[in-house]
């Protein structure tokens, strides 16, 4: 038991040690050791790591451009609970980037990213309910987000809600 114990207590420094040696390794001008560490951090499912990869592929940062690559890595950061990968996923499902447009989609993981406390994918939902994009228009809904995204500081977010519950809603 001790030792298994041992064992998760390395993998997890480990998990930090990687991702946290990338962005040291990129602050150096070292792109390609910053990548490598990345990608090893995202194969031990550390969502960090696959972030950093999904932030890489997305912007084109020292590696070519490619919406697909990010939201392969944006989606499996997703999945391992990283709230904003699941925001990130929610924009290109928006906007059809690296895939077609899908505002079902971009509604469910807006719905995830919200659930993590990412004030942005509060605020985004709120706007998918306040336009009506894929879910039934709901400006009742759309000030209920507003607000909560308000809570974590998102101004858009109290700016949205005043505006709403001015209106009466």
């Not at 390794?25 to 490598?36: F, S, V, W």
């Not at 990283?82 to 993981?109: L, M, P, Q």
Request: aromatic residues 16%; glycine residues 12%; proline residues 1%.
């Amino acid at each position: 038991m001790k030792k298994i114990f041992l064992l998760l207590l390395i993998s997890l420094s480990l998990f930090g040690d990687l991702v946290d040696d990338g962005y040291k390794n990129l602050q150096k001008g070292n792109y390609e050791r910053a990548h490598q560490l990345w990608v090893r951090a995202c194969e031990l499912n550390n969502a960090k790591g696959c972030f950093a990869l999904g932030f890489e592929y997305e912007y084109g940062k020292h590696v070519k451009q490619s919406y697909k690559k990010a939201g392969e890595y944006l989606l499996k950061a997703c999945s391992l609970k990283d709230g904003v990968s699941c925001f990130r996923i929610g924009v290109f499902y928006e906007e059809g980037w690296g895939t077609f447009k899908n505002y079902h989609k971009a509604v469910e993981y807006y719905k995830k990213a919200c659930s993590l406390h990412v004030p942005t994918g509060c605020f985004q939902l709120g706007h998918m309910y306040y336009e009506g994009l894929g879910v039934r228009q709901n400006k009742g809904k759309a000030k209920e987000l507003f607000g909560k995204s308000c809570d974590m500081k998102y101004q858009k977010g109290c700016d949205n809600y005043r505006i709403l519950n001015e209106q009466g809603y």
